[in-house]
């Protein structure tokens, strides 16, 4: 789903092997991972866990307990959903709900041929516009889920 092999880069692996006996270690490490990737790939994590000594189930735990960190690249499109609260009262989970079932993945998912990742987020500075979504920085107000097809066909038309 996420194409080829992540090598890791001789750069990580200095900046692993530099930060390997300083605490709070991993945390930094996956940073820089995330940093080098866009996300946290599989065949990165396991290195990394070699690297470091520690069980991958430890880094997983730490991915997994931040949703800062991605366990999927993300998408060519990324489609962020604005769930701040004028947003939110004007419907913003039923646009999200709407964006996950039409492209048929989760929050923070990717769509299998790479094209869409979904977010929500906080505030995008525009409620005047509630409720809004963003696809790679370009604004979508007032929207209602009607409008959801039409703005995921505009952008799969741009391949
Ligand atoms: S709450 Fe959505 S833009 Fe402000």
């Known amino acids: 789903m996420n194409g080829k092999l992540e090598q890791m880069t001789p750069e990580l692996k200095a900046f692993i092997l530099e930060w390997k006996p300083k605490p709070g270690n991993l945390i930094m490490v996956l940073h820089r991972v995330q940093q080098t990737y866009g996300y946290i790939p599989r065949e990165i994590a396991i290195e ?9 189930a430890k880094i997983y735990g730490v991915v997994t307990f931040y949703n800062f960190f991605k366990l999927q690249k993300a998408g060519k499109y990324i489609v962020q959903v604005c769930l701040g609260t004028a947003c939110y009262l004007r419907g ?20 299998a041929d790479g094209l869409f990742s979904v977010e929500a987020v906080r505030c995008l500075g525009c409620c005047g516009l509630a409720p809004v979504c963003v696809v790679n920085g370009n604004v979508h107000g007032k ?7 039409g703005i995921i066909e505009q952008y799969r038309k741009q391949g």
């Open 48 to 56: 990394t866990a070699e690297l470091l000594e520690v069980p991958l």
């Open 92 to 111: 913003g989970d039923d646009l999200l709900k709407e964006f996950e079932s039409q492209l048929g993945v989760g929050l923070n998912a990717t769509t």
């Open 143 to 149: 929207l209602e889920k009607k409008d959801v097809a």
